[in-house]
């Protein structure tokens, strides 16, 4: 009860201005994409039902948390060197257009919303990694909604998204209203059902796998997925009887004692018609838009990003994919409302937290 007057509350507080609008942010549509009135009417029901499930979730918690991707397993420091011979000059744009290395932060997570869940339980993964003072603007600079010079790249261990486009996005959201909705959703839309369950995975270190952009973006005049590949050779083994939070402890250890790596690739777009731009959920296939190496992530080592006042940094660090140049700007309508969610979402938890 009291958490649920604790989040009408809330709901009152922020209900009157704040969130009600668009930012207005949204950039010209090219290459096939499509936003229209319809569009911008499915962001609000989108919006609201994100506002409404992350205070309810809340409750009397003193910190709003991410409504997906809350649980860390560290942030940690590297770098990412960008090595953009391989790509045709059309597409060294932005991130890709000269040879550079870059300092970065990246965040390891579990993609329940449930923080509390155990970490050898099989999950969605997560990999987000903030680029620091890049030599170019993002969007979100360009329209005086941020200062910050980072780019962002918000990965999961998936090749798709499990939502399709706007449309699918706001049926999914409601669904999450019902106790038992969501399953019916996945019973009767396979497809989302099948990448949710392909990207479950039991992972005994964050460093063994591959994660990726899963939406489309950007480069040049075409468009394109992203993926780390991890360097590991080896995939290490689940412990016996793994603690709550073991995933946290194997990247500590691992990086106490060698620096670690991810190859970055960008798969080009080379199939338009089939690789749809406003189907998130197509897979792309690689042999007609094979993947090419662009660049290494190194993840340093380095200790002491468990500390208290490193975890405490790392949960108010923010990621958004429009933290990126126009170059190489997130496509299709899905993205375009991921662009309106994550800012009101910013401004909810921060309006939140900050109570």
Not at 130 to 154: F, G, M, R
Not at 189 to 209: C, E, F, M, T, Y
Not at 291 to 304: E, F, N, P, R
């Amino acid at each position: 009860m009291k958490n649920q007057m604790m989040s009408v509350a809330f709901l009152a507080l922020v209900a009157p201005g704040a969130m009600a609008n668009f930012y207005n942010i949204q950039p010209p549509t090219e290459q096939g994409e499509i936003w229209t009135s319809k569009e911008e009417a499915n962001v609000e029901e989108v919006a609201r039902v994100f506002k409404e499930t992350l205070i309810e979730a809340t409750g009397e918690a003193p910190v709003m948390r991410r409504d997906a991707h809350p649980k860390a397993h560290g942030c940690v420091q590297g770098s990412l060197e960008i090595t953009p011979e391989f790509l045709k000059p059309a597409h060294r744009v932005g991130l890709f257009k000269e040879s550079k290395t870059y300092k970065t932060i990246t965040r390891f997570s579990n993609g329940d919303p449930n923080q509390e869940k155990e970490d050898a339980k099989a999950d969605v993964r997560g990999m987000a990694t903030k680029i620091l003072n890049p030599t170019y603007t993002n969007l979100l600079q360009e329209a005086s909604l941020e200062e910050d010079q980072v780019h962002d790249l918000v990965f999961m261990n998936s090749d798709e998204f499990f939502i399709s486009n706007p449309f699918q996005y706001e049926k999914f959201m409601n669904a999450t209203q019902g106790r038992f909705s969501v399953l019916a959703y996945l019973l009767t839309h396979w497809r989302s059902l099948g990448v949710i369950l392909k990207a479950r995975q039991k992972i005994a270190n964050p460093l063994d796998i591959n994660y990726r952009s899963a939406t489309p973006y950007k480069i040049g005049p075409n468009s394109m997925k992203m993926k780390f590949e991890t360097c590991k050779k080896h995939v290490d083994k689940m412990p016996k009887k793994p603690s709550e939070n073991f995933l946290s402890e194997k990247l500590k250890d691992s990086l106490a004692s060698s620096e670690q790596c991810f190859d970055f690739m960008v798969q080009i777009n080379k199939d338009p018609k089939t690789n749809d731009i406003e189907d998130a959920i197509q897979k792309w296939s690689t042999k007609k838009s094979p993947y090419v190496k662009v660049g290494k992530l190194t993840i340093a080592k380095q200790s002491g990003f468990l500390s208290s006042q490193s975890k405490e940094q790392c949960e108010k660090m923010t990621f958004n994919p429009w933290r990126a140049p126009m170059a190489n700007r997130p496509l299709g309508g899905l993205n375009r409302v991921r662009l309106e969610v994550y800012l009101r979402q910013f401004d909810l938890r921060t309006q939140y937290n900050q109570k």
